[in-house]
């Protein structure tokens, strides 16, 4: 089956950039998603087709997804975008997510 | 804009069926497609499937055998049946739209989401 991989975790200063990647097989030949899930709240799409925002989604989340590996960078990364980031793809017969980065902003 | 709503018994014994309503409000059903996605306690996100408004269906081959989704385009609803549950079924079970019209987009409106328990 289908594997998406996350770093289980990634820290970044305020106001710094911070990038997440997931990686699986020929992922840039499928489209990918993100969503940001914040503790005891329902995810949130970030990212989707690889690098669109949806309406209200701020600037500063941007997409990319190339050979193995989609990327969700923030740039200028502020207090509240501390959460649960998780990437999705749909690989032939199923939607699959990684297994999810913390996004720690100290 | 669009709003989801899952609905359902909060516990299931186990060996039984759990059966869950996502209530949709603010837009149609008739378009789209429309997602099951459920989040066991302190774990990630698992897709169990969609349906279209047509009423096919779609289904994450490791549930596939226990999963049934309908649609009832008449009470803009649409519904998730899980047999023969474990203590493994238990989770945060998410309703979610598709965005545009595809599956492989992204899912762009989510409910609260409900919590099921199953208990022996």
Redesign the interface.
């Known amino acids: 089956?289908y594997e998406l991989t996350q770093p289980p975790s990634v820290s970044v200063s305020p106001g710094q950039a911070a990038s997440i990647t997931c990686s699986g097989d020929k992922l840039g030949d499928?489209?990918s998603?993100w969503?940001q899930q914040k503790p005891g709240q329902?995810?949130?799409?970030v990212?989707?087709?690889d690098t669109k925002r949806?309406s209200g989604i701020p600037e500063r989340f941007s997409g990319s997804n190339s050979g193995n590996t989609a990327t969700l960078t923030i740039s200028g990364t502020q207090a509240m975008d501390e959460a649960d980031y998780?990437c999705?793809?749909?690989d032939s017969?199923?939607?699959?997510?990684?297994?999810?980065t913390k996004l720690t902003v100290l | 804009q669009v709003q989801l709503q899952e609905s359902g018994p909060g516990l299931v014994k186990s060996s039984e069926t759990l059966a869950l309503t996502c209530t949709v409000s603010g837009g149609s059903i008739s378009s789209r497609y429309w997602n099951w996605i459920r989040q066991p306690p302190g774990r990630g996100l698992e897709w169990i499937g969609y349906v279209f408004y047509s009423g096919s269906t779609y289904y994450n081959p490791s549930l596939k055998s226990r999963v049934t989704i309908s649609i009832d385009t008449s009470k803009n609803q649409f519904s998730l049946r899980l047999s023969s549950v474990t203590a493994a079924d238990t989770a945060v079970y998410y309703c979610a739209r598709d965005i545009g019209d595809t599956y492989y987009y992204g899912m762009d409106v989510w409910g609260q989401g409900t919590t099921v328990i199953v208990s022996s």
């Open positions: 089956s499928k489209y998603c969503y329902s995810p949130v799409l990212i989707y087709q949806p998780y999705q793809a749909w017969s199923t939607k699959v997510f990684g297994g999810g």
